[in-house]
């Protein structure tokens, strides 16, 4: 985590956007839908990861009712979401 | 395009380069991608290769977008076809090089791309996005000509307001008829949304009205949840005719908007042909298109099966699995992107998912969805079983008005994250 921090505070700094580690399997999708606040899809921008892999597993296993994000997160392992809201969280200082 | 714009454009490559050389490329090296079509593939491909640092130009021949995705509201008559439009200007202004001119062919060996005026650029990886052109040739009757009479409205602007504009002159009592081709075709539920949303405003504005739709196919994205909501919505504005029961197009007479099936003639006061279809006419002039006239790619890299250097990713593509939609679009885009610059530093891309969703409106407060979870398989994109389907049949209101509502939402955020 520090380092993908630390990545991104470089990238800042040097301007254009720079060397950042690949987004893990499916992440890239979820800014289609998820943006800037003031929208009826909710934003993810400054949601920390622990939040994001909570819903997202809640969503999986039913827990949490859902209209869409129960049939999409069944195609991910519990790993895999966990690290997509990692990403997720790192890319607050991005743009 | 003058000979100053010309030298404009080559400043601004070699502008671009200076700023943007420092990250992590060489500088006397600087790999260059160029972007064919800017709409959901190529507008979203080229921000995110912009993003990452990568010297890239935009090549669009249109300086306006027209999105397909909520033009059926606008044949619906509820929406403006200006809502459907977009710049390029915050592309520009974040300092991506747009060429607005026309792609005329691309030379894969020499990796040059030849424009409009004449003009030459050369790149490193080229990225295709041309969306799609309809084959006037595979519908006897139905050509460039006739398209003005019996529209398809299959690419957004003009067409989707003429098709509206004809649907407001008929006069009530007027039969409207819909043609759909086999599949495959860009937007496979769009179809059955459009064919909703004439019924609705038949229903409303036109009660004597009727759509007859014929469709080239038994079976279709979100069947049962369309055909449920034609029953209790449209039992007396909409008749649907499969395949099996001759709803084949097999000929059209533009003249009199007649069109002819395997069973029977329909002459109609307003006629919707969507024909066949094929990737964008520069895909099949790059040698990337195969018989089928879709472009074969590698789904781990969006590379052509056939060419190297050559991505092609959005509608043009063949996906397997994954639909040809802009959503579908959108997401390939980011993940292509990405993928570009690994190849460029020389990394091996990891095994990609990729997530489709895509909404269709029954009525404009009746939403619908199908959602899938691909990953590369068979050389191509294949589901993720247990994953995906669609929204529940029998469910309350109360699910589908939220459906609409998040399809709307969804337009404006997709739109805002490739043009805005
Ligand atoms: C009625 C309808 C409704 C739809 N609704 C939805 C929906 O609700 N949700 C959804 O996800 N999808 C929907 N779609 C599908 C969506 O429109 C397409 O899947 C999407 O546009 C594909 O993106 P693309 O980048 O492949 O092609 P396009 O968006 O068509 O972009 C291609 C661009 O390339 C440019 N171009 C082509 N050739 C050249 C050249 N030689 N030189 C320069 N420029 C060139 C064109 O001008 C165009 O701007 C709908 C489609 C239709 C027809």
Same mark, same amino acid.
């Given at each position: ?45 400054? #949601? ?46 991005? #743009? | ?27 006397? %090296? ?15 491909? *080229? ?5 990452? =640092? ?17 033009? /059926? @509201? ?28 026309? %792609? ?33 040739? %595979?519908?006897?009757? !139905? ?12 690419? *957004? ?5 003429? @098709? ?32 909703? @949303?004439?019924?609705? !405003? ?37 008749? !649907? ?43 099949? @002039? ?22 190297? /250097?050559?991505?092609?990713? =959005? ?10 939609? *802009? ?51 068979? =050389? ?6 247990? *994953? ?23 337009? =404006? ?8």
């Amino acid at each position: 985590m520090r380092i993908v921090l630390l990545v991104t505070t470089l990238a800042l700094i040097s301007g254009p956007v720079a060397a950042q580690s690949p987004a893990p399997p499916g992440a890239l999708t979820c800014s289609g839908c998820h943006g800037a606040a003031g929208s009826e899809l909710p934003s993810l921008r400054g #949601k920390d990861a622990a939040t994001i892999t909570q819903a997202l597993l809640a969503f999986r296993s039913g827990a949490r009712e859902a209209t869409l994000m129960n049939r999409i997160t069944k195609g991910f392992s519990e790993d895999e979401l966990a690290a997509i809201a990692v990403w997720i969280e790192a890319q607050k200082d991005v #743009k | 395009m003058s000979l100053t714009d010309r030298r404009q454009i080559l400043g601004g490559l070699a502008a671009t380069a200076t700023v943007l050389g420092a990250p992590y490329v060489s500088a006397q %090296a600087q790999p260059h991608v160029i972007v064919i079509g800017g709409g959901f593939g190529g507008a979203t491909c *080229a921000r995110f290769l912009h993003r990452a =640092g990568i010297k890239v130009t935009l090549i669009e021949e249109n300086a306006t977008y027209t999105s397909c995705p909520f033009s /059926n @509201l606008v044949i619906h008559g509820s929406r403006e076809i200006s809502a459907q439009q977009f710049s390029y200007d915050a592309l520009k202004s974040e300092g991506i090089t747009i060429v607005a001119q026309r %792609a005329q062919s691309v030379d894969g060996d020499a990796r040059r791309v030849t424009l409009n005026d004449g003009t030459t650029l050369t790149y490193d990886r080229l990225i295709l996005s041309p969306g799609i052109d309809m084959r006037f040739d %595979a519908l006897p009757g !139905y050509d460039a000509a006739s398209a003005e009479l019996m529209p398809h409205a299959w690419k *957004a602007g003009a067409q989707t307001v003429l @098709l509206r504009r004809q649907l407001e002159a008929m006069e009530d009592g007027g039969l409207v008829v819909m043609s759909v081709p086999a599949n495959p075709y860009r937007c496979p539920p769009g179809p059955y949304e459009r064919a909703s @949303l004439i019924a609705h !405003y038949l229903k409303t504005k036109k009660p004597k009205s009727k759509l007859i739709v014929l469709d080239a196919k038994d079976q279709f994205s979100k069947q049962k949840l369309f055909q449920e909501a034609w029953a209790n919505l449209y039992p007396d504005h909409l008749e !649907y005719v499969p395949l099996a029961a001759g709803g084949k197009t097999t000929e059209v007479i533009a003249s009199d908007k007649t069109v002819v099936t395997e069973f029977s003639r329909y002459t109609a006061a307003v006629a919707n042909i969507i024909p066949p279809q094929q990737a964008g006419k520069i895909a099949q @002039l790059a040698g990337a298109a195969d018989r089928t006239g879709w472009c074969p790619i590698d789904p781990m890299t969006f590379e052509s099966k056939l060419r190297p /250097n050559m991505h092609v990713i =959005g509608d043009a593509a063949i996906m397997g699995a994954m639909p040809k939609s *802009a959503f579908a679009a959108n997401a390939q885009a980011k993940l292509c992107a990405q993928t570009v610059a690994q190849l460029l530093r020389g990394e091996t891309p990891a095994e990609p998912k990729l997530v489709n969703t895509c909404y269709s409106l029954v009525a404009p407060d009746y939403g619908i969805s199908v959602a899938g979870v691909y990953r590369p398989g068979n =050389g191509v994109f294949v589901d993720i079983e247990g *994953a995906g389907g669609t929204s529940p049949l029998t469910a309350p209101q109360d699910v589908r008005t939220r459906e609409a509502a998040y399809s709307n939402a969804w337009f =404006g955020i997709i739109t805002a994250e490739v043009f805005g």
